[in-house]
């Protein structure tokens, strides 16, 4: 029996009339659902538009959304080094400076759970849980009120209020501090997870070698969770660069508002929401590609170590000198 037997039976006649059946009208709806966005962005439906299957509904209407002079704007130079390469600027700053902060946040977090001790475990797991379970928006928000919190509780201790001007949060520091609270929570528990998967006898074997914990931690088990968990990592880092997208609501100019600026201002929201849109999927799809990489360069040197630790082993039998030769 074939292993494709074993996962489930080959459909019958009817099942596979049923499944043919059921792949048309996917198909379909799926071209239906284009058309009606077509014909909707194209002004070509609702009250005083042309009859629905006229080759004048389907023609680009001028008024359009699809109309050429609304990609023009893009073909403009200005407009790629006056919004489109600065939000790109912003966006990945934003990202890299969060994702950096996370992963430390994330790695001393992570171990701190894992320690024997209460008094450092159970506070790390507090600030995990509560950073974690808060809303990215509300930490930003969070973030820029900052000074203002900081100004009321100085009455409270006998200290006069700051001067205008003197404690401020910018919308980059926010929303990386935003970014960094809770993504460097989520990675906390990715890091623990990977840890705690790692074997028991690696641990018992660097013990028995004389190591003591922090020696088997930076050593033995974090190298092998980070090496485990590297999807999950940069599926997080992933999140982490789309989540910059709502320093939009503090005026940051990311991405996302650079062409929402240029939607306002040219009328093209689609066009520019398109162009948006495959940005992000290019980046994100390259921070794939450098993870599928980096996993494959593990994986290499993985068997490079191993091959080479078998020289040992060869030498302990007792072969020695040229081959074919003894001693």
Known sequence: MSAQQVLFDIP???AR???AVY????LVGFFVVLAIIYLGFNRSLGEGAPPLFSAEA??????GQWAAVRWQPFIDPATWTDYVIPGLLNTLTAALWAAV???????????????????IRIPAGAVVEFFRGIPLLMLIFFAMALPLAV??????LGLPPLQPGT?????????VIGLTLYNGSVLAEVFRAGINAVPKGQSEAAYSLGMNKVQVMWWILIPQAVRSMMPAIVAQLVILLKDTALGYIIAFPELLRSFSLI????????????????IYIAINISLSRLAIWLEKRNARSSKGCTKGTALPTTAASGTFGAPGSTT
């Open 58 to 63: 389907w023609a680009v209407n001028p008024n």
């Open 167 to 175: 404690f401020q949060v910018s919308a980059l520091a926010a929303v």
């Open 12 to 14: 019958g006649p009817k």
């Open 263 to 278: 939607g306002t201002r040219y009328g093209n929201v689609i066009p520019a929401a398109l162009i948006c849109a495959v």
């Open 101 to 119: 902060l996370a992963l430390v946040f994330g790695l001393v977090f992570g171990i701190a759970r894992l320690s024997d001790h209460a008094w």
């Open 151 to 156: 100004n009321q509780v100085r009455p409270l």
């Open 23 to 26: 792949t048309v009208l996917t």
């Open 17 to 19: 009339i049923r499944h």
